[in-house]
Protein backbone atom coordinates (compact mmCIF):
# COMPACT_ATOMS: atom_id res chain seq x y z
CA UNK A 1 0.00 0.00 0.00
CA UNK A 2 1.23 3.82 -0.86
CA UNK A 3 1.37 6.19 1.91
CA UNK A 4 -1.76 8.22 0.99
CA UNK A 5 -3.97 4.52 0.74
CA UNK A 6 -3.20 3.66 4.38
CA UNK A 7 -6.02 4.53 6.78
CA UNK A 8 -5.05 8.57 8.29
CA UNK A 9 -3.40 8.15 11.86
CA UNK A 10 -6.42 10.09 13.88
CA UNK A 11 -9.31 7.38 12.26
CA UNK A 12 -6.91 4.20 12.84
CA UNK A 13 -6.86 6.32 16.42
CA UNK A 14 -10.28 6.26 16.94
CA UNK A 15 -10.38 2.97 15.60
CA UNK A 16 -8.22 1.53 17.96
CA UNK A 17 -9.62 3.90 20.86
CA UNK A 18 -13.15 2.21 20.26
CA UNK A 19 -11.65 -1.03 19.99
CA UNK A 20 -9.99 -0.81 23.50
CA UNK A 21 -13.44 0.51 25.00
CA UNK A 22 -14.76 -2.15 23.40
CA UNK A 23 -11.93 -4.99 24.88
CA UNK A 24 -11.94 -3.28 28.36
CA UNK A 25 -15.88 -3.47 29.76
CA UNK A 26 -15.75 -7.27 27.82
CA UNK A 27 -12.61 -7.90 29.58
CA UNK A 28 -13.72 -6.72 33.15
CA UNK A 29 -16.82 -7.92 32.47
CA UNK A 30 -16.21 -11.33 31.67
CA UNK A 31 -13.82 -11.68 34.66
CA UNK A 32 -16.07 -10.38 37.20
CA UNK A 33 -18.35 -12.66 36.31
CA UNK A 34 -15.97 -15.59 36.44
CA UNK A 35 -14.38 -14.45 39.13
CA UNK A 36 -18.10 -14.03 41.13
CA UNK A 37 -16.69 -10.37 42.28
CA UNK A 38 -17.39 -6.66 41.70
CA UNK A 39 -14.98 -4.49 39.51
CA UNK A 40 -14.29 -2.82 42.85
CA UNK A 41 -15.98 -3.91 45.80
CA UNK A 42 -14.95 -1.33 48.29
CA UNK A 43 -17.66 0.36 49.90
CA UNK A 44 -18.56 4.11 49.33
CA UNK A 45 -16.92 4.18 46.05
CA UNK A 46 -18.82 5.70 43.09
CA UNK A 47 -19.75 4.43 39.80
CA UNK A 48 -18.74 7.80 38.72
CA UNK A 49 -14.71 7.41 39.60
CA UNK A 50 -14.62 4.35 37.69
CA UNK A 51 -15.58 5.78 34.86
CA UNK A 52 -13.59 8.44 35.11
CA UNK A 53 -10.83 6.23 35.46
CA UNK A 54 -11.82 4.40 32.10
CA UNK A 55 -12.18 7.33 30.42
CA UNK A 56 -8.93 8.76 31.30
CA UNK A 57 -7.36 5.35 30.65
CA UNK A 58 -8.98 5.75 26.90
CA UNK A 59 -7.86 9.57 26.53
CA UNK A 60 -4.06 8.40 27.68
CA UNK A 61 -4.02 5.09 25.11
CA UNK A 62 -5.42 7.39 21.84
CA UNK A 63 -2.52 9.93 22.64
CA UNK A 64 0.28 7.66 23.53
CA UNK A 65 -0.92 5.57 20.28
CA UNK A 66 -0.91 8.34 18.19
CA UNK A 67 2.80 8.76 18.29
CA UNK A 68 3.81 5.24 17.00
CA UNK A 69 1.42 4.61 14.17
CA UNK A 70 2.08 7.76 12.71
CA UNK A 71 5.59 6.24 11.50
CA UNK A 72 5.58 4.16 8.68
CA UNK A 73 6.71 1.06 10.21
CA UNK A 74 5.83 1.12 14.11
CA UNK A 75 7.70 -1.30 16.56
CA UNK A 76 5.49 -4.33 18.29
CA UNK A 77 6.99 -2.63 21.46
CA UNK A 78 5.23 0.28 21.68
CA UNK A 79 1.89 -1.67 22.08
CA UNK A 80 3.35 -2.54 25.28
CA UNK A 81 4.51 0.72 26.19
CA UNK A 82 1.06 2.61 25.22
CA UNK A 83 -0.38 -0.11 27.25
CA UNK A 84 1.58 0.44 30.55
CA UNK A 85 0.88 4.11 29.93
CA UNK A 86 -2.35 3.36 29.92
CA UNK A 87 -2.81 1.21 32.64
CA UNK A 88 -0.93 3.51 34.73
CA UNK A 89 -3.05 6.01 34.25
CA UNK A 90 -5.64 4.25 34.86
CA UNK A 91 -4.84 3.75 38.67
CA UNK A 92 -3.94 7.39 39.30
CA UNK A 93 -6.93 8.63 37.41
CA UNK A 94 -8.91 6.04 39.79
CA UNK A 95 -6.85 7.14 42.62
CA UNK A 96 -7.48 10.77 42.68
CA UNK A 97 -11.61 10.11 41.55
CA UNK A 98 -12.03 8.10 44.41
CA UNK A 99 -9.87 10.45 46.71
CA UNK A 100 -12.69 13.31 45.35
CA UNK A 101 -15.77 11.71 45.60
CA UNK A 102 -15.26 10.06 48.92
CA UNK A 103 -12.99 12.27 50.56
CA UNK A 104 -11.07 9.46 52.51
CA UNK A 105 -7.90 8.80 52.31
CA UNK A 106 -8.63 5.36 53.54
CA UNK A 107 -10.77 4.43 50.88
CA UNK A 108 -8.30 5.83 48.15
CA UNK A 109 -6.10 3.42 49.88
CA UNK A 110 -8.81 0.50 49.94
CA UNK A 111 -9.49 0.94 46.30
CA UNK A 112 -5.72 1.33 45.26
CA UNK A 113 -4.99 -2.06 46.85
CA UNK A 114 -7.50 -4.12 45.68
CA UNK A 115 -7.19 -3.01 41.62
CA UNK A 116 -3.85 -3.38 41.75
CA UNK A 117 -3.35 -6.65 43.89
CA UNK A 118 -6.46 -8.22 42.18
CA UNK A 119 -7.21 -8.87 38.32
CA UNK A 120 -8.58 -5.51 37.43
CA UNK A 121 -5.10 -3.57 36.30
CA UNK A 122 -4.26 -6.38 34.12
CA UNK A 123 -7.33 -6.70 32.47
CA UNK A 124 -7.10 -2.83 32.07
CA UNK A 125 -3.36 -4.05 31.00
CA UNK A 126 -4.07 -6.36 28.49
CA UNK A 127 -7.06 -4.43 26.53
CA UNK A 128 -4.75 -1.74 26.23
CA UNK A 129 -2.00 -4.02 24.63
CA UNK A 130 -4.14 -5.95 22.39
CA UNK A 131 -6.09 -2.84 21.06
CA UNK A 132 -2.55 -1.25 20.43
CA UNK A 133 -0.98 -4.17 18.97
CA UNK A 134 -3.70 -4.28 16.32
CA UNK A 135 -3.65 -0.95 15.48
CA UNK A 136 0.37 -1.04 14.40
CA UNK A 137 -0.25 -4.36 12.73
CA UNK A 138 -2.84 -2.46 10.42
CA UNK A 139 -0.36 0.24 10.03
CA UNK A 140 2.41 -1.76 9.15
CA UNK A 141 0.87 -4.14 7.03
CA UNK A 142 1.40 -4.40 3.12
CA UNK A 143 -2.00 -5.89 2.60
CA UNK A 144 -3.44 -4.01 -0.42
CA UNK A 145 -7.34 -4.89 -2.06
CA UNK A 146 -7.95 -7.95 -3.85
CA UNK A 147 -6.86 -7.78 -7.74
CA UNK A 148 -8.40 -10.87 -9.89
CA UNK A 149 -6.11 -11.49 -12.83
CA UNK A 150 -8.84 -10.35 -15.31
CA UNK A 151 -8.77 -7.15 -13.88
CA UNK A 152 -5.57 -5.99 -15.63
CA UNK A 153 -7.49 -6.25 -19.23
CA UNK A 154 -9.11 -3.14 -18.64
Do not use: C, N, Q
Not at 16 to 42: K, M, P, Q
Not at 97 to 122: C, N, Q
Amino acid sequence: MTAPEKLPTPLLVAFASIGYLALLVAGLGVASAIIDDDIISTEGVSLVAAYAAAGAAIATFALLLAGPVSRERPSYWAAASTALGSAGLYTIALAIAVLVSSGDLSTTGSVLGEVLVGWVVPVVFGSALVAAWAAIALRRTAARPPHWPWEDDE
